[in-house]
């Protein structure tokens, strides 16, 4: 089993840059994919970014390519998601998640959130116009 839990939220003006990070437990964190997704106010949570356990395979939501970059450290069990040129419209509650078990090796990256098992709690992002 993986517990994650998210850092790096804040309030930053529109231009501007963030970088979350999501440190995960266990000794098999390794083995996992994981993404970032996002929920705004009155929204369903979306998709943001998703990264495959061996980093040899990353997503993008559209409305992010570009401007966010997925990465993970295995050495230290945390992957970040490095977010530049924030819009007001990225503002949301940011999770972090991990694959579920029986998914945690697949080499394609995972877009919808019931093929994860396991989430933080959620870092709030704030951009100011």
């Known amino acids: 089993q993986v517990q994650v839990v998210e850092s790096g939220g804040g309030l930053v003006q529109a231009g501007g840059s963030l970088r979350l990070s999501c440190v995960g437990s266990?000794?098999?964190?390794?083995?996992?994919?994981m993404g970032w997704f996002r929920q705004a106010p009155g929204k369903e949570r979306a998709f943001v970014a998703a990264?495959?356990?061996?980093?040899?395979?990353?997503y993008y939501a559209d409305s992010v390519k570009g401007r966010f970059t997925i990465s993970r450290d295995n050495a230290k069990n945390t992957v970040y998601l490095q977010m530049n040129a924030l819009r007001p419209e990225d503002t949301a509650i940011y999770y972090c998640?991990?694959?579920?078990?029986?998914?945690?090796?697949?080499?394609?990256?995972?877009?919808?959130?019931?093929?994860?098992?396991?989430w933080g709690q959620g870092t709030q992002v704030t951009v100011s116009s």
């Open positions: 998640a991990a694959l579920k078990l029986q998914l945690r090796r697949e080499p394609a990256c995972a877009l919808n959130p019931h093929q994860y098992g396991y």
């Open positions: 990264i495959n356990w061996s980093a040899g395979s990353t």
């Open positions: 266990g000794r098999s964190f390794s083995t996992y994919g």
